[in-house]
């Protein structure tokens, strides 16, 4: 009988050993996962604060190199000098100037009628501009262009407003490239009360009158190819882009860039394995 309850008593013992290596697992499984969580939030945010730091050092050393490598140096775009005409209009199949020539009459004697009946009102015997000295000549009646009446903004119906009229000769000219890019704004924009009225005919012979006053030879037939080739407005040359050759085309700040990586990485390989064993 003393047997039995010794037995019963070692098994309710054994049994309390059990129960409590289970529950001191248990709280020991329970704390190491309480110590880990703060642990693995730990390393993630020092594995993303070094790769962060990694990419902005990588991307500063690809910037700095791309800036003072010899091989990269974009040039800067030059200034288009050349005016960009309008698109023409079609002229009309018949014109409304009449001049009374010579069916042999020359490009510059035809451009010079038509300069007199249409541009030289307002530009001047000479191509001088609307000067007092030019509008003197007129009848004192016709004298003041502006006034009420006449070409004023309160013109009558069957008048036009003009603004001052600009010379053609020196200066101004040169707003154009060519002789191309002064066709095209007289052929599209001229005259002033009427643009675009004047045949192709027409506005190549005043072409050629406006140049040839302008000491500008135009050849005896202006045209499109030929007028390209006259230039009205000297060019500015480009800047020569010398560069030196360079034995190594590899930038030193490419090395530093990626050995600060490297570097980087590997204190954050090391950092994250000091965690870890702690």
């Known amino acids: 009988m003393v047997c039995v309850m010794r037995s019963i008593l070692a098994c309710e013992a054994l049994n309390n050993l059990i129960v409590e290596a289970k529950f001191s697992l248990k709280k020991y499984r329970i704390q190491k996962k309480l110590l880990l969580n703060p642990v693995c939030s730990s390393m993630q945010k020092s594995l993303f604060v070094f790769s962060a730091l990694a990419l902005v050092v990588f991307a500063a050393g690809l910037g700095v190199s791309s800036w003072v490598s010899p091989d990269t140096i974009i040039p800067l775009q030059q200034p288009t000098t050349t005016v960009t005409p309008d698109t023409p209009e079609m002229p009309p199949e018949e014109s409304w100037i009449i001049i009374d020539l010579p069916a042999d009459a020359t490009q510059l004697e035809f451009g010079a009628e038509v300069y007199r009946l249409v541009c030289k009102a307002c530009h001047g015997d000479k191509g001088q501009g609307l000067t007092d000295d030019w509008r003197a000549q007129w009848d004192p009646r016709d004298q003041n262009c502006w006034q009420s009446k006449c070409h004023a903004r309160n013109h009558p119906p069957d008048g036009f ?105 590997f204190l954050g390989i090391l950092a994250l394995n000091r965690r870890s064993t702690d």
């Open 161 to 265: 407003y003009m603004p001052i009229s600009p010379a053609v000769v020196g200066p101004p000219l040169k707003i154009f490239g060519t002789a191309l890019d002064l066709y095209n704004y007289i052929h599209t924009r001229m005259p002033w009360h009427d643009p675009g009225s004047m045949t192709e005919k027409e506005s190549w012979s005043v072409t050629a009158y406006i140049l040839k006053i302008n000491d500008v030879d135009p050849g005896s037939d202006l045209n499109a190819i030929t007028a390209a080739q006259i230039r009205l407005r000297a060019e500015v040359a480009p800047p020569v882009d010398v560069q030196v050759e360079e034995p190594n085309r590899i930038s030193p700040y490419w090395v530093v860039a990626l050995i600060v990586v490297i570097a980087l990485i």
